[in-house]
């Protein structure tokens, strides 16, 4: 058996109100691809920031140990020096700058401070070699593709003469005939000695790539499976297998006909026109009835929810949208809103709320003519329909006049709620709407949901948590690489079968 | 939030939080009348330095007419702030047109079409086209507006010097022209004349004889002060019906009593005059709409919110384009008007019309309270700021203070301006 490189003990990690991470063991050997997995939000990139110094040592409990060294690392350059390199699932590069000064910046072969291009493109070829990247050194970053360009960050980490490379999903945004790629340079790196940890949840990379698999949920260890154990069955069973302490509110669907409906809808990607995002999506909502997309990180859910809603996603839409029975026009969102089809985003901070005003006129913004008259604004009329929705939805605010950027995660969703509440959709996507809220405001999240379902509106929402699909929809597609892989009823559904799903969709397209 | 409790039983919170309503609603409007009681502030102080020149009728007519086109532009300058753009081109394009106005009315025989009026209007038309030009881009291919505008500031200067035949101005504009800047409302009314010498407000005997006053300035005065009188009893009498906590009637009383009798001071001091400048009820008129745009219409809503997040606003359906063209449009026809202020109180146009005026525009809007960051700003505070800058212009002049330092102190004002409000901003 090899030696450990890499031992992590106990690992606590404490955000406010929530435990992240809750005493992680990691134990790597040397020379092995190590895979970690989990879903969305089990902690596992948390856990690698804790490795890589991001989160500097005090702010966590336990231990790390580094080639026998117990470590403390102060940030990114401390892990660095010792030889460990992430890189993120989100690539740290400079667009406009070469390859080659990107791969040595802040590390330049300099003199003086005067840079010695020559031998910083000499090193640059070397190492493009080393990764099978045929590149000028001199070419933009911004002219190499996604797939390149992670090859040109495992150069740049290769340069710091790297003895644990941590991979953060590096797969996730490209093309199949990249990944396979970027898998078998892991697999030759392997060969040369080089230990490293592959964050991913395809399991069919894994099970190619992977010595190890250690299983993480709920920001705890769950087991490290050997070669010899991993299946895709007991990774998914681990995966998911939490107990189902959530509660939601109860319900009596009441479903009437077909409201909403999607036909052979096709997405290009905004800056890659080559690459296909979306894939011919058909899907359909009935009156009162709550239908799930569920799926991966990286599916394209968010992708589909807004280039449905006046194109605010993509190039090259073609399909058709289709409400009550008619083709409707959603080519601009004032357009998709007068169409009775409410959007509430993800990312309410960046896409849903001005933040630096108060709760009351981001409550209105999606309907002003419903507080106007010939364009004038009503005061007292705004101010009552903010107090009405702040009641509805429990906003808990000192008043409307509060700034929406002061509030809570719950409590700004509610207001993002309310914003399209008032706005009186008859179909209304909600995409992630639980994400980043404590389990209180959840519930009450998923109240309103139910109220809104029983008033007869269509609702579609995108979640990553498969337990709360399990446990608001009435029906459940499956969404994989731009594609609808599968579709059941929620009775019928269980959190491996749409793991199983997923999956196959994955086998499929490759 | 999540761990805050719930709200009390109704009636009981609002005995307990009476006092604390009256604190803050103090707290929230001596941050909102910081600015008006600091122009209050460098008055006195010009007055006191300039021994008793700075409030003197003919002055204060001479400051009104010497700033308008600021502040008008400043009305402009301030949307296109919020909305999250500058525009650095103001100054130029006010040049072009009052170049372009002169030649229509002295150079170019145009007939009819040389009629002041009438060249007013086609000027007002060019100016929002001009601004159409430039929000195109700004708007639609996302060309930063500083690009856009630093291109627009140079195209026209060069046409406005082209016009002019290099160096040379051309003039006299007519009479009916530079009555926009110069020229005072007539007296429908007829004046009144006191006889016996009076004391005036701000506590000094009248030089001369008697005093007359131009009565028609006195009665618009007064119904302005009565209708603000009204509208403010109006809306507080609205809120109480509706159930909702306005400002202590104390703090509404004092706060009227002192903007009324702040506005009456003034109106007396034009009516002891010639009257209120033409130019002074314009800038009036426009200053009412575009408080009234910003704070009561859904557009002036949906610029905040565009400046305020602009991805946000746009999948609120607000169309952030069309709203950006038409920012830029209304900046246009602004710095159109103001050209035409500027050449009507020359009685010419010259080269150097409006250059630089850019900056003192783009000063007031953030002297106003306005964010660079966009969103935030109000019409009152770029006014307000207009009129600091024009007092400093003016105070400094009269003392004697040389130009090159009025630009080093103005630099100062502007930059302490903007530090107070970040710092009050990371306080609260």
């Not at chain 1, 590096?170 to 490293?196: H, Y």
């Not at chain 1, 050997?226 to 479903?255: C, F, H, N, Q």
């Not at chain 1, 969703?413 to 404590?438: C, H, M, N, Y």
């Amino acid at each position: 058996m090899a030696p450990t490189i890499l031992e992590m003990r106990d690992i606590t990690k404490t955000f406010p109100g929530v435990k992240a991470l809750s005493n992680v063991n990691l134990s790597v050997e040397e020379g092995e691809i190590h895979a970690v997995v989990g879903e969305n939000g089990a902690g596992k990139s948390t856990l690698m920031k804790v490795l890589s110094g991001v989160y500097p040592s005090g702010t966590y409990d336990g231990q790390i140990i580094f080639q026998g060294q117990e470590c403390q690392f102060k940030g990114i350059q401390d892990s660095e020096h010792k030889g460990i390199v992430i890189i993120h699932q989100e690539l740290a590069l400079v667009p406009m700058l070469s390859i080659a000064e990107n791969i040595f910046l802040g590390n330049e072969h300099a003199k003086f401070g005067v840079i010695d291009w020559d031998a910083n493109e000499e090193r640059t070829s070397a190492l493009l070699k080393k990764v099978g990247l045929k590149e000028d050194p001199k070419t933009l970053i911004t002219n190499i593709g996604v797939g390149k360009q992670q090859l040109v960050e495992i150069a740049k980490a290769l340069s710091k003469e790297v003895k644990l490379l941590i991979l953060d999903e590096p797969t996730a945004s490209l093309s199949e005939k990249d990944s396979q790629a970027l898998l078998d340079l892991l697999l030759e790196f392997k060969r040369q000695g080089m230990t490293s940890i592959l964050i991913s949840h395809k399991l069919n990379e894994i099970n190619r790539v992977a010595d190890k698999v250690t299983v993480i949920r709920d920001g705890r260890t769950i087991e490290t499976l050997a070669k010899k154990d991993i299946s895709e069955d007991r990774i998914i069973t681990s995966m998911v297998g939490r107990s189902l302490d959530d509660r939601y509110p109860p319900r009596e669907p009441d479903i009437g006909e077909i409201v909403f409906e999607v036909k052979n809808w096709s997405v290009y990607h905004p800056l890659h026109a080559e690459r296909q995002v979306i894939k011919g999506i058909d899907i359909n909502v009935r009156k009162g009835e709550v239908v799930g997309i569920a799926g991966l990180m990286g599916a394209g859910r968010t992708e589909f929810a807004m280039s449905l809603f006046g194109r605010s996603y993509g190039r090259r839409i073609t399909g058709e949208v289709l409400l009550k029975g008619k083709p409707i026009d959603v080519s601009s969102v004032s357009k998709a809103v007068q169409h009775g089809i409410a959007y509430v985003t993800e990312d309410r901070k960046t896409y849903g709320l001005n933040l630096i005003d108060h709760i009351k006129h981001n409550i209105t913004l999606a309907n002003l003519g419903g507080v106007a008259r010939h364009s004038v604004i009503d005061d007292m009329r705004e101010l009552a329909v903010a107090n009405d929705y702040r009641k509805k939805t429990n906003i808990r605010a000192s008043s409307v006049y509060q700034l929406t950027g002061n509030l809570s995660g719950g409590n700004q969703q509610k207001v993002v709620l309310s914003k399209w509440l008032f706005a009186d959709p008859d179909v209304l996507i909600l995409d992630e709407p639980t994400r980043g809220i404590d389990v209180g405001a959840k519930y009450e999240i998923y109240t309103i949901i139910a109220r809104l379902a029983s008033e007869g509106k269509a609702i579609v929402v995108i979640s990553s948590e498969m337990p709360e699909l399990l446990g608001i929809t009435d029906r459940i597609y499956v969404m994989n690489e731009g594609r609808i892989v599968g579709e059941m009823p929620a009775a019928e559904a269980s959190q491996e079968k749409i793991m199983r799903a997923i999956v196959r969709g994955e086998g499929k397209a490759a | 939030m999540s761990t805050e409790s719930a709200p009390a039983p109704h009636g009981n919170v609002a005995e307990e939080q009476r006092p604390r309503i009256a604190v803050s609603a103090l707290a929230t409007n001596l941050r909102e009348y910081g600015l008006i009681i600091a122009l209050i502030v460098i008055m006195l102080f010009f007055q006191f330095t300039t021994s008793g020149t700075l409030f003197k009728p003919v002055n204060l007519s001479n400051l009104v007419q010497q700033n308008s086109f600021i502040i008008v532009m400043a009305l402009g300058m301030l949307l296109v702030i919020v909305s999250g753009y500058i525009d650095l081109s103001v100054g130029s394009v006010a040049g072009f047109i009052g170049a372009l106005a002169a030649n229509m009315m002295v150079i170019w025989q145009l007939g009819p079409l040389s009629n002041p009026l009438v060249v007013s209007i086609i000027c007002l038309v060019v100016g929002g086209l001009i601004g159409a030009a430039q929000g195109y881009w700004i708007a639609y291919h996302r060309i930063p507006s500083f690009i856009v505008t630093l291109a627009g500031m140079l195209i026209f200067r060069g046409i406005c010097q082209a016009l002019l035949g290099g160096g040379s101005s051309v003039g006299p504009l007519p009479d009916d022209f530079k009555m926009l800047s110069s020229g005072f409302i007539p007296d429908v009314i007829g004046p009144l004349t006191l006889i016996p010498p009076t004391v005036n407000a701000a506590g000094k005997t009248i030089m001369g004889s008697g005093l007359t006053l131009h009565m028609t300035t006195i009665v618009l005065g007064l119904i302005a002060v009565l209708a603000y009188a009204y509208f403010g009893v109006r809306t507080r009498r609205k809120r109480e019906r509706h159930g909702y906590e306005a400002e202590p009637f104390a703090l509404f009383v004092v706060k009227t009593l002192v903007a009324s009798a702040l506005a009456l001071f003034l109106v007396y001091e034009f009516a002891s005059y010639r009257g209120l400048p033409v130019v002074l009820l314009v800038m009036g008129v426009l200053i009412s709409l575009f408080v009234f745009v910003t704070k009561r219409m859904t557009i002036g809503r949906r610029i905040y919110a565009m400046g305020g997040n602009a991805k946000a606003a746009q999948l609120s359906g607000i169309n952030t384009e069309r709203l950006t063209l038409m920012v830029f449009i209304n900046m246009g026809v602004l710095s159109a008007l103001g050209g035409l202020i500027i050449a009507a109180r020359l009685g010419q146009a010259v080269p150097a019309a409006g250059l630089g005026s850019e900056l003192d525009v783009i000063a007031a809007v953030f002297i106003g309270g306005a964010s660079a960051m966009g969103g935030v700003g109000q019409v009152i505070g770029a006014v307000v700021g207009g009129f600091i800058m024009g007092v400093m212009n003016n105070g400094m002049s009269i003392m004697g203070v040389n130009v090159d330092w009025q630009q080093v102190v103005k630099g100062l004002v502007l930059l302490g301006a903007v530090i107070f409000d970040v710092y009050n901003k990371n306080k609260a």
